[in-house]
């Protein structure tokens, strides 16, 4: 199958949002760079139509409550909660045939993303056997 989210810290499988807001579910995109679990994501990201190559998929974006930023830990404790639960399986469905290679990662807001109102976590899959075409949304989602 593929590992879920082992988003904690010094995990390296998240990525700190920036020009990342502009994603939704469902988008596809490529970030012109090797998304690798050691190593941050470039903070831009090129959406693109899922039929074209692409290396990610989002599946779910959660907006965390307004109020002071809750700290790393707390939004990576978040992230990894909602990017592996049910928001997972509602997009690609209870019984999917992904790839061994498919990993999960997110997006996440930092402290100075956060005081530009960027409260949103974007979860996504990414094939570290390159680029693929089509979509993993279940027929159902």
């Known amino acids: 199958?593929?590992?879920?989210?082992?988003?904690?810290?010094?995990?390296?499988?998240?990525?700190a949002a920036a020009d990342t807001d502009d994603i939704e579910v469902g988008d596809c995109f490529n970030t012109?760079?090797?998304i690798k679990a050691e190593a941050p994501a470039p903070l831009s990201v090129d959406i693109v139509p899922c039929e074209e190559p692409h290396q990610s998929e989002v599946f779910a974006?959660?907006?965390?409550?307004g109020g002071p930023y809750p700290g790393e830990?707390?939004?990576?404790?978040t992230a990894d909660e909602k990017c592996r639960g049910r928001e997972l399986f509602d997009y690609i469905g209870a019984d999917p045939e992904l790839p061994d290679t498919m990993r999960g990662y997110y997006y996440?807001?930092?402290?100075?993303?956060?005081?530009?109102?960027?409260?949103?976590?974007?979860?996504?899959l990414a094939d570290s056997a390159g680029p693929s075409t089509g979509s993993v949304r279940a027929a159902t989602s």
């Open 1 to 15: 199958m593929f590992a879920l989210f082992l988003g904690a810290p010094g995990t390296g499988q998240a990525f």
């Open 32 to 34: 012109g760079a090797e």
């Open 61 to 65: 974006v959660v907006t965390l409550p």
């Open 73 to 77: 830990t707390k939004v990576i404790a």
């Open 108 to 124: 996440y807001p930092r402290p100075d993303n956060w005081a530009d109102g960027d409260r949103e976590i974007s979860c996504f």
